[in-house]
């Protein structure tokens, strides 16, 4: 009975993010699958051009359970992720076009060197760049290099640094002492990318780079900042025809298990 | 005894199939180990200049197990699964040398698309694109967007339904959705790619992205459409060159799993 | 008490290892985190332009336990290993500006050919050629394509050959046959590459595309030739910034496995 309670209120919830999600990005734009114009699809395969337009372009993209902002979100991770330049451009129009903002597009990238590696980061500086002076987008709408940053839950790092300190101090301090300064004192800590969304494209990123041990940490950490059931499930789905199907299915038991953790915990 | 039976029963198999490809692929070609001079390899290393003539020219290229026509298909899903545009286009005009018509070649990106992500299949468009102009194919040589499909076999599409439903269902709706359609009540029933081929260059992007756990389903369909034991064994070989002996050692064991059940089955 | 001697004893081979190496390749140059330029990367974040700056050239290339010769190894390997030509050139100069010699790179490349696949050879071919290029590095500073070899351990290689034939040979002999000759035979015995730095740059690919459990054989290896604990640990700690936290994460269990291993077996 506890259980019915709690999950008619999760969905009560859920419903609530969706909405307000939806008003904040839902942009009534055709988004293309790919920065390649579907005549060039069509001139190899006129089955992927069809495939691209019927699952992706409308069906994917104008899916309830997660705003097209979150999608770009997601995708651009992805592509970061994967070190994908080419469809990133197209992608990072997509996101500036649907509510992801210079600075957060910025502060993803930033985020990113750091999940995905610094090459990678790299690769994203050249392509946005270009992005940001075709749209105008100038130094003053960027996040600072190191502004003042939101409170530290002190309990919960010293939980993570002593995990950290157990597991890693006996084979490598500099991973240990570069996780705590940057990574969490820093970095995560930083205001111009809401907690919730840090998290969202670090699970991204993660599940496009079939790195599934790592996922439940940082999935945990998204819904504990607002990301619903619904929207976890639907990232997968996301990434299943932006990193491949095969990312999908390792990724979707380990977010099927947190999901279920949760929820039992809350009965 | 049976297993004796069963193991010449099925070395008579592997000689038929084996013989048949042959016939059909074997080009008098020289494959070069990649779009790179073998002049310019020698100006960074004598070594791998040597190397990847007496071990991949003239060897690999030339072994029995596989057919030029089947390694083709095999190193343009590992260099699509891997995004590798540069070295995709040399194979890709080897694969047309070698037997695999602009139709299959079309399916393989079209199928790629899904098994390898959008972004990936999207290079290998344009790298195709171009390759199919400078040799005049024309729209009528490529596989209709929405052709009669091969007939499904209910059974076994139930059994898989199902298991997604009860693995998937509650965490993401939407891949459960597109998993049927378009994935496997549509793309995997096109008729443009022999379900043999289908599952065969499903299999070496597997192998190329180190996605083992799901090998195993993928390489059973690959043997229940004719892909024989040695050919599966020569997959192997075939990605540690193009994807790197790490991921070939990793899809040795789940391969040898494989046959073992399949053989042990028969007796 | 056995164990605190085997402790200060390996202590002491750790700091000689590391003058050892200090005095070989610590130029005193100041390394820039990757091919784009700090301006370009304050024109989209700030806060990036700092963390790399902080982080890396201050801190990561500047720190004792292992040497920037190493470090551009490892970084080089890294970007092989995830195919990553654009910084590539980057810290291809960079190795040469800190003690990699002409040989040594391109013995690196033919190494990776096999442990990362050809066609990311073939990008570092690329690449490297140009280099050598505006360096005037001519034909006579590289490795012969068929030197003398090392002497083979027999015995070992013996353990080695077995193993495989007994785990590969039911299922691919081809791959088999490759792994003795050219991989095991040839290669590895090849003089242009210190056997420690062989093996460092295995395991530094190894760790970039996540291939943990390979990692075990091979970091062996290297500390049987030389690679002293805080290197391997700070291995770790130089791919977290090139090929991101989660492969450090996920690499530096198998790591601290190894390490205890090798520990407790010397005491």
Known sequence: MKGVIAAAAMSLVISDFANAEEKRGKAMIKIEPSAISEADIRAVSPALARFGREAITEDLWTSAPLSPRDRSMVTVAI?????????????????????????????????LAFYSGWPNAMSAISVTKAVFESRGVTADALPEASPALLPLNQE?????????????????????KFTADPLFLDLWQRPALKPRDRSLITVSALIASGQSAQIGYHLNRAM??????AEAGEVVTQAAFYAGWPNAFTAAPVVGEILRNRSSSKE
């Open 224 to 229: 504990d900042n607002g990301l619903s059931a």
């Open 79 to 111: 592509l970061i992720a994967r070190n994908q330049p080419g469809d990133l451009k197209h992608f990072t129009e997509i996101a500036l076009d649907t509510g992801v903002t210079p600075a957060e597009l910025s502060e993803i990238i930033t985020h």
């Open 156 to 176: 919960k790092e010293k939980q993570r640094s002593e995990t950290v300190e157990k597991n890693i101090g006996p084979i490598s301090p500099g991973l240990v």
